[in-house]
Nanobody, 120 residues
Framework: QVQLVESGGGLVQPGGSLRLSCAAS????????MGWYRQAPGKQRELVAL???????NYADSVKGRFAISRVGAKNTVFLQMNSLKPDDTAVYLC??????????????WGQGTQVTVSS
């Protein structure tokens, strides 16, 4: 059984920074991509940033230049460095991994989410 564990959320003032981390554990045969999504109250879930096993990245226009995604492949861990945070960044941030577990089916696996609140 595979699991995604997120950490690093919290309350920060506008202009501040936070770093989120997500670790995938369990019997993983292949990990193709990991990313962060967010969902604010009353809004649809949206992609924030994505990184592939080949280190290609993709960002939402709203976070380009402020957020940076990175990974430690050997540890199946992805990080999201968030700088210059704005109140509009307030949301639950969810980690997603596209992977093939040992003896399992390739698919998207989600973490529980971590709350990020940007407020003065």
């Amino acid at each position: 059984q595979v699991q995604l564990v997120e950490s690093g959320g919290g309350l920060v003032q506008p202009g501040g920074s936070l770093r989120l981390s997500c670790a995938a554990s369990g019997s993983i045969f292949s990990l193709y991509a990991m990313g962060w999504y967010r969902q604010a109250p009353g809004k649809q879930r949206e992609l924030v940033a994505l990184i592939t096993s080949g280190d290609s990245t993709n960002y939402a226009d709203s976070v380009k230049g402020r957020f940076a995604i990175s990974r430690v492949g050997a540890k199946n861990t992805v990080f999201l460095q968030m700088n210059s945070l704005k109140p509009d960044d307030t949301a639950v941030y969810l980690c997603k991994a596209t992977m093939l577990p040992v003896g399992g089916v390739r698919g998207d696996y989600w973490g529980q989410g971590t709350q990020v609140t940007v407020s003065s």
